[in-house]
């Protein structure tokens, strides 16, 4: 049994993820997002997928980049029928 980190709960089921030469123990992938997953810059969400990164700044969108005076970063490319050919 462990303990998790975040929430205190004591589980048979617990896991650890291992980032560099951290040791993390949670009873949920909840609880593992909300201690480890990085928030957004400019609105505070949790970055759970890819997100976009200018510098050293992450943010979950390339929306809330430009709110907060980056530019010139977009989620994705989207290409014509010519292109993708």
Partial sequence: MGRCE???ND???T????????????DSFECAI??????????GCR????GVEVGEEIFCCANCSEA??????????????AELA
């Avoid at 909300?34 to 609105?43: F, S, V, Y």
Wanted: a positive charge.
């Fill in 15 to 26: 896991f650890e993820i291992h980032r560099g030469q951290e040791v993390h123990t949670f």
């Fill in 68 to 81: 907060a005076g980056r530019s010139g970063i977009r989620d994705r490319v989207q290409l014509g029928s």
């Fill in 34 to 43: 909300h201690l480890m997953a990085p928030k957004c810059e400019h609105c």
């Fill in 6 to 8: 975040t929430c205190g």
């Fill in 47 to 50: 970055v759970l997928g890819h």
């Fill in 11 to 13: 589980y048979d089921k």
